[in-house]
């Protein structure tokens, strides 16, 4: 699937960059319904995960620090915890679930049935009229909905320490920005980038190699959303590794 997958993200950003030089666009109604799809509908279960991840923090970071007195402290762990790591890798493993796999079914449904080749067949480019509008939706929707998670965690942390621990509101919110820095938040968005290339592109290398009929459907579909799960674990720890390990 590597070097695969790899001539597909290149084969890509052809179609997105070397496509509208040679007067062959895609269709802007495509990217919006798959934005749409992507975006919108991953909002509700993106926030209400987002929303007890804050909680959870919270309560777990309060439980360790209320030993010292430094419950106030609790804001800028919530913060931070949230801008580096999790929103961002909650909200990628949320969509891969949601988005990743319905991708894979849907091309891969499409590859069965001979779609794709009805497709070529007519001299139409499956990668520029079904790969390069999912790539674009997944890369302009997944760093919003980060940033989201990130709003909505902090709110939930903040919950928890207005009304559980008794922090004054205003405290609590100084504290959290003030230990939250700019990086914090722009390795989160650089993370999640990458995290929608890996689950574009495993997505649509899945799904447009699916054979088997509707048993090879579903066998597409588990094996999109069990390597996405992986690859982006395993980015995650890359660029962890790059932002904060390899700094003097």
């Known amino acids: 699937m590597g070097y695969n997958t790899l001539a597909l993200f290149f084969d890509t950003i052809y179609w997105l960059i070397v496509g509208p030089l040679k007067n062959k666009f895609v269709k802007a109604d495509s990217i919006f319904s798959q934005m749409v799809f992507a975006g919108v509908g991953s909002l509700m279960i993106t926030s209400f995960v987002a929303f007890f991840t804050g909680i959870v923090i919270a309560m777990q970071s309060a439980y360790q620090l209320a030993r010292f007195g430094a419950n106030i402290y609790v804001a800028p762990m919530v913060a931070v915890a949230l801008a580096r790591e999790l929103a961002p890798v909650l909200t990628a493993l949320v969509v891969t679930g949601r988005v990743g796999a319905a991708i894979a079914a849907e091309l891969g449904t499409m590859k069965v049935t ?3 080749e009805a ?6 480019n499956p990668v520029r009229f079904l790969v390069v509008p999912r790539f674009l939706a997944l890369l302009i929707m997944l ?3 980060t940033v989201l998670a990130d709003i909505i965690g902090i709110f939930g942390g903040f919950l928890v320490g207005v009304f559980n621990l008794h922090l004054d509101p205003y405290r609590y919110i100084t504290f959290s920005f003030k230990y939250m820095q700019w990086k914090d938040v722009w390795t989160g968005l650089v993370k999640s980038v990458v995290f929608a290339i890996t689950i574009a592109m495993v997505g649509c290398h899945t799904g447009l190699k699916t054979k088997g009929g509707a048993e090879g459907v579903g066998k597409a579909t588990t094996m999109s959303v069990v390597t996405s799960f992986i690859l982006i674990i395993l980015f995650d720890c890359i ?5 904060y390990f390899t700094q003097k």
């Not at 497709?119 to 139409?124: D, G, H, I, P, V």
């Not at 660029?239 to 932002?243: A, D, E, N, P």
């Open 114 to 116: 001979e779609q794709i």
């Open 119 to 124: 497709l070529e067949t007519m001299a139409l």
């Open 143 to 145: 760093p919003c909905l």
């Open 239 to 243: 660029l962890t590794g790059l932002f």
